[in-house]
């Protein structure tokens, strides 16, 4: 029987039955694959050297000097140690009446520093303001310093001359063009000024009471060593919690590049949006191509029945058959992938390290079972009907209706379906969504399809030519047939419109998350009696728009009366956020770029309440709730407000944000400074220094590099996202085929029997037209609407940015509709209305 499949398989093959859906399946692989083999290799990277965001393996912070036992620990541990001792302190140059003063990130560093990753200096400002420069060998000398390019401008000073640091002076050596460990702490946007640690004692600055923060850096000796590292950071954790000890956190490279998490967990899902999309329309086009198979081989199957093969006997033919075309096809496909992946890597360029380790074999069973997988759930049906295919249908052209066992094997088509969106996606939510939505359009689709012949049948005679008579009875005539394409067609183009008209709104959507007027620029410490003067000064600048909002310092002491300590909350966050101080705000209304997402705001006037409205984020790592008071103690004096909302907010907007709002008449006596964000131009780079020296208490926070680093992320994320819905392109060109061709066969009989009846080639050419015309368009409509709601569901829920309707879709859905019809109809049925009727009846 195995010889007898590989004929057939290879008959098939010659006859170009297998052609299509092998095509279905390797692009489906395919795009799987290439996303499966470029997130295998970067994670494996990441696993070995990724933790250069944190300058080492593991990082652990405290707010104390690191305990020389803790030292020892790891030593004896074998593992690598450096340290930093980092806090804010005023820098001066100059002698005199020009002797300026800048408040700047003092970071001393231990020799060794960084353990992973390294530091970029330059001696050229313009460099280290985009960034370049070359690889540091080791921290500064001592007596020296490297410092910000910020710095030169802010103090007057250039790379040679003198900075002094409380009661020492150092020589600046090299500016600062990259910092992998930096952070997004608001102190480590200051002005950054890096010595020895050895030369840290000498300033004096290191004082009881100072807000310095120390961090111990451990790095394991080699990637076959991680196990120390674990270890290490297992038992810290363990003397934390059993010595009860405050203060002191372990930092992992999740809890690294805060400003980046937005864009990265976007470009995640948009990834996984790719694979979900091709995974789907492969489903489909798997599906009908099996369909095609199998009406094909309805004689082919009887014959052998004739012959005496039995029903077990030609399932396991067509069974061997079709493992023989899906092994190949996965195969192939996987290794398609594969090589794509090398150019999504190349497209990526520096988001990825050069050196990223050689792929695993896992990607390539992953395709394979993916492959597999499809053709299971989706092929097996329609060939599991070929088994009830009766003996006489080689005299009589009829078919039996499919059986029970096979009408349950589409449910494992769905079930197949299902398991498919979940693995790719990796977020039963984001699977949930896809997965609903594209079955409940199949819903409409078809119902809306159905309705539209129904609404067809009573216009049979409204137009009195025979052209028109003819397209409405063809359509008429197989109501479900007409219905599967008009379904097929609307999902292809589904998919097609949000690949491309869609698409583009929703990258759009995304770019303007950070826009290129994004602000660049914070002031923090601004006093109530500057607000007005600092305000005129950035419009002479040119700002446009630098909304000013109050700042208060609180610490959160209690919830509902209780005292928070370091019992409250078990978790690490929790505990940390609960530990240090919020900057909380006031102000009446509700700041841009928030939302209300449950209770109500505030109705401020005068003698209310106090009442809070929280981000709805901490509220949850807090396990606060709508109703709950929270106690803040305020230099001194106690806050007790009532939450009355939660807010969703953007983080990555870069705007000012605060955790939490309370209203104005309840922290009317509460000491206050402000805070502003906004968007400095090039040609205004020099109001940075005319604030610093007319207004010394300010902090001015240069965040350009930043947005920089984003905006690049963003960009060559969104590259390899076009690059990979190339795939899902191929996947919905194919489902629109198969729609055209599925009825192919049966068009091209009725063709000819009607030309042997005395239609003319130019009647059935019309009814062709009207009849493709009339599918097309209902399908593009269709397919607008459910592009269009599918990328607002994916904007509101998903990405979480604002979403606008454009009226593009429906016009492109209607042409391309119309235009895939009519060009597929054309292809297909060109060659009938050439041929004499008795040939074409002959072959058909």
Same mark, same amino acid.
């Given at each position: ?18 052609? #299509? ?56 541990? &074998? ?7 980092? #806090? ?26 960084? @353990? ?25 000398? !001592? ?11 802010? @103090? ?6 003198? @900075? ?38 000498? *300033? ?28 290490? &950071? ?28 937005? %864009? ?10 790719? &694979? ?90 992953? &395709? ?32 039996? !209706? ?8 589409? =449910? ?27 079955? =409940? ?248 220094? %005319? ?20 905006? *690049? ?93 454009? !009226? ?37």
């Amino acid at each position: 029987m195995f010889l007898q499949a590989l004929r057939m398989t290879a008959r098939d093959w010659r006859a170009g039955q297998l052609r #299509f859906l092998l095509l279905a399946l390797i692009v489906a692989v395919a795009a799987l694959s290439a996303t499966g083999f470029f997130i295998d290799r970067l994670r494996t990277a990441l696993n070995r050297d990724a933790h250069q965001l944190l300058g080492a393996d593991l990082l652990v912070f405290s707010d104390k000097p690191i305990p020389e036992a803790w030292r020892a620990e790891a030593r004896q541990r &074998g593992l690598l140690l450096a340290e930093t001792v980092a #806090f804010p302190s005023m820098a001066q140059a100059g002698e005199g009446d020009a002797t300026q003063s800048l408040l700047v990130a003092l970071k001393a560093v231990s020799p060794g520093y960084p @353990l992973r990753g390294r530091l970029k200096v330059t001696a050229q400002a313009a460099q280290a303001h985009e960034s370049i420069g070359a690889f540091a060998e080791g921290i500064p000398a !001592p007596g020296t310093v490297w410092i910000d390019p910020n710095i030169l401008a802010g @103090l007057q000073v250039e790379v040679g001359g003198t @900075l002094r640091l409380g009661d020492k002076s150092f020589t600046v050596a090299r500016l600062i063009a990259s910092e992998p460990d930096r952070g997004g702490g608001f102190i480590n946007f200051a002005p950054r000024v890096m010595l020895p640690l050895a030369d840290l004692a000498a *300033t004096g600055l290191e004082q009881p009471g100072a807000r310095i923060g120390y961090r111990l850096l451990l790095a394991a000796p080699s990637t076959r060593q991680m196990a120390a590292v674990d270890g290490y &950071g297992d038992w810290l954790k363990a003397k934390i919690k059993d010595e009860k000890l405050k203060g002191v956190s372990i930092e992992t490279l999740a809890e690294g590049r805060g400003e980046m998490r937005a %864009t990265l967990e976007r470009a995640d899902r948009f990834l996984s949006l790719v &694979g979900l999309l091709s995974a789907m329309l492969a489903a489909v086009a798997v599906a009908m191509a099996a369909r095609r198979f199998m009406t094909r081989h309805l004689d082919s199957c009887a014959m052998l029945r004739c012959l005496g093969l039995t029903q077990n006997q030609v399932t396991g033919i067509y069974l061997t058959e079709f493992l023989m075309v899906g092994l190949a096809g996965s195969l192939l496909g996987a290794l398609l992938g594969f090589a794509s992946h090398f150019l999504l890597l190349e497209m990526l360029g520096k988001l990825v390290t050069a050196d990223l380790p050689p792929p695993t074999v896992t990607p390539l069973l992953h &395709g394979v079972a993916t492959g597999m997988l499809l053709l299971a759930g989706f092929a097996l049906p329609p060939i599991l009907q070929l088994r009830n295919v009766p003996h006489n249908r080689v005299i009589r052209r009829e078919q039996a !209706p499919p059986r029970p066992m096979a009408l349950a094997t589409y =449910g494992l088509g769905l079930a197949s379906f299902f398991v498919l969106l979940l693995w790719q996606a990796g977020d039963l939510q984001l699977a949930a969504y896809t997965g609903l939505g594209f079955l =409940g359009a199949f819903a409409v689709f078809a119902l809306v399809g159905w309705l539209g012949l129904k609404a067809l049948k009573p216009l049979r005679g409204v137009v009195d030519t025979q052209s028109w008579r003819f397209a409405i009875t063809s359509l008429q005539r197989r109501p479900g047939a007409t219905v599967v394409q008009i379904v097929a067609l609307s999902l292809g183009l589904m998919a097609l419109l949000l690949l491309t008209v869609v698409r583009g709104d929703l990258m759009t959507a995304w770019r303007n998350t950070l826009p290129p007027d994004a602000p660049n620029r914070f002031i923090i410490n601004i006093q109530p009696d500057q607000k007005d003067a600092i305000a005129a000064k950035l419009a002479q600048a040119g700002v446009q728009r630098a909304p000013m909002y109050p700042m208060v310092r609180g610490r959160l002491v209690a919830v509902n009366d209780k005292a928070i300590t370091q019992e409250t909350y078990e978790e690490e966050r929790a505990r940390n956020l609960a530990d240090r101080e919020f900057n909380l705000s006031t102000m009446a209304d509700i700041p841009q770029g928030n939302e209300i997402s449950s209770g109500q705001w505030y109705a401020d006037r005068a003698g209310a309440p106090a009442e809070a409205s929280v981000e709805k984020e901490l509220a949850k790592t807090l396990k606060l709730k709508l109703g709950d008071t929270m106690r803040f103690d305020i230099a001194g004096s106690f806050v007790d407000a009532k939450i009355t909302s939660l807010r969703k907010l953007e983080w990555g907007s870069m705007r000012v944000n605060f955790f939490v709002i309370i209203n104005p008449a309840a922290m009317a006596e509460t000491p206050q400074t402000w805070i502003t964000s906004f968007h400095l131009p090039k040609q205004a780079l020099a109001l940075g220094n %005319t604030l610093a020296r007319e207004f010394p208490n300010l902090t001015i926070i240069d965040i350009g590099g930043v947005l920089r680093e984003i905006q *690049t992320v963003l960009d060559q994320v969104i590259v390899a996202v076009e690059f990979l819905f190339v795939f899902t392109l191929a996947s919905g060109v194919l489902v629109l085929y198969a729609a055209l061709m599925g009825s192919q066969d049966e068009r091209t009989r009725e063709a000819g029997l009607l030309r042997a009846l005395g239609a003319t080639r130019k009647q059935l050419a019309q009814a062709q037209l009207i009849e493709f015309t009339l599918v097309g368009g209902l399908s593009g409509l269709l397919a607008a609407s459910g592009a269009a709601a599918l990328g607002w569901a994916l904007a509101t829920y998903q990405f979480k940015f604002a979403w606008s309707f454009s !009226p593009t879709v429906w016009a492109a859905g209607l042409a391309a509709g119309a235009l895939c019809a009519i060009i597929g109809g054309w292809l297909g049925l060109r060659s009938v209305l050439s041929k004499p009727p008795l040939q074409t009846l002959r072959e058909a």
